[in-house]
């Protein structure tokens, strides 16, 4: 309290630091401020030169700690955490082209980073091409003399395609094309593209880095020298994480291995057992040995290939429904990676972006459903894929 000011001045001042002095609590505080005080002149340049922290965009103790994670998890050297996925994937791809430049892209990648390029990227004369990503000789045939880059993500989705992420890298550097890497489905913990070539790594840390279905994140790893020019560029397009979100996130991340690997578990359970089920055509799992890529995958990722699996039932949409309802413990849910199991349907998600003919062509009929395993008793999930099951021998 400030004895010479008036009531209306302490209100605003008295309270603001605390009286005892606070040291090492277990877990870090969440910084809010969006900025810290500032002593002088030199002082200010000191801070805005990086020597400490002055504004909130520019930089918080929170977010940089879920960054300084993130590098060590993917053996990289330098981390951007942004505020969602989507910005991530925005924020990497926007800085790094220029009017002129070619994307190739894999065919099979999320469907909204599909949208970036064709609504936003190709606004700015940037031409994007599509390839075969499980075909390396339809990548290299892609590549063009004004190719920038090459964007690919490792399991594709919904059918669980493998990228020969070694034999990517190595066409995109021949023709001096950097390789981004949305390694979203796969996380560090089933493989680093880093460690195999690629420039840089993107997740959305909306699904397994979060895990809890709690918080809406992404994040951009890379060397310094790559990351420098995005960073410039993610400071102006300002898509950064809050400190709040920062702070969750860090909380995430400290128990991720241990979800993550028992989702792995999981998922291979399930395939297996889905694929002995009468009802089931086929299911798409790496770790099945008739997965088309199943030895490519092994050697990929020896640890576990993830945690999403695809299966295909009878094209009724009453019966798929019927199915859904009929399910005890796994929900329907528009996300995936979270701690507990959860369904999506392929074919209603991209009803409205494309053609009847274009949903087959790609894979997505009426009876394909993914599922993103979660952590509980893999018994316990697949009797209620079993049980729910059942709802196809019904008229
Ligand atoms: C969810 C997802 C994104 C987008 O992430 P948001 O956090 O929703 O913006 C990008 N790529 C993949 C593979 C995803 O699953």
Not at 73 to 85: D, I, M, N, R, T
Not at 219 to 241: E, N, P, Q, R, W
């Amino acid at each position: 309290m400030n004895s010479e000011a008036s009531r209306e001045t302490n209100i605003l001042y008295v309270g603001s630091e605390p009286a005892l002095p606070v040291e090492r609590p277990e877990t870090p505080p969440i910084y809010h401020s969006t900025a810290n005080i500032i002593a002088d002149m030199d002082d200010y340049d000191f801070a805005s030169k990086g020597g400490k922290y002055y504004y909130c965009r520019t930089a918080n103790p929170n977010r940089d700690s879920v960054a300084e994670i993130v590098s060590y998890l993917e053996h990289g050297e330098q981390s951007l955490v942004c505020a969602s996925g989507m910005a991530a994937i925005s924020t990497a791809i926007l800085s790094l082209i220029k009017a002129g430049d070619n994307i190739i892209a894999s065919r099979s990648i999320y469907g909204e980073t599909i949208e970036l390029f064709e609504n936003i990227v190709k606004k700015f004369n940037v031409t994007v091409t599509y390839a075969d990503f499980t075909d390396v000789k339809s990548v290299q045939a892609a590549i063009q003399p004004n190719t920038k880059i090459v964007y690919t993500e490792i399991i594709a989705n919904p059918l669980i395609e493998v990228t020969d992420i070694d034999a990517i890298v190595q066409a995109a550097h021949n023709a001096n094309a950097l390789v981004l890497v949305d390694s979203t489905f796969t996380t560090p913990f089933a493989i680093r593209p880093l460690e195999h070539g690629a420039d840089i790594v993107i997740h959305s840390m909306t699904k397994y880095f979060g895990g809890h279905s709690d918080i809406t994140a992404g994040c951009i790893t890379g060397s310094h020298i790559v990351m420098k020019k995005i960073y410039a560029d993610y400071l102006l397009f300002g898509g950064c994480l809050d400190p709040n979100s920062s702070w969750l996130m860090l909380r995430s991340i400290r128990t991720m291995e241990m979800r993550v690997m028992k989702q792995f578990e999981n998922a291979k359970k399930i395939a297996e057992a889905l694929q002995q089920d009468k009802h089931v055509r086929y299911v798409n799992y790496p770790t099945l040995s008739n997965h088309p890529q199943h030895e490519l995958a092994m050697k990929l990722m020896p640890k576990g290939c993830g945690a999403m699996l695809s299966f295909r039932v009878e094209d009724s949409r009453d019966k798929v429904n019927a199915f859904m309802h009929r399910l005890k413990i796994v929900k329907y849910l528009g996300t995936l990676g979270g701690y507990r199991t959860t369904i999506a349907h392929p074919a209603t998600a991209f009803r409205n972006d494309f053609s009847p003919e274009k949903l087959l062509e790609m894979g997505m009929e009426e009876g394909l459903i993914r599922i993103s395993a979660g952590a509980e008793d893999s018994a316990d999930l697949i009797a209620d894929f079993k049980q729910a099951l059942n709802v196809f021998e019904e008229n």
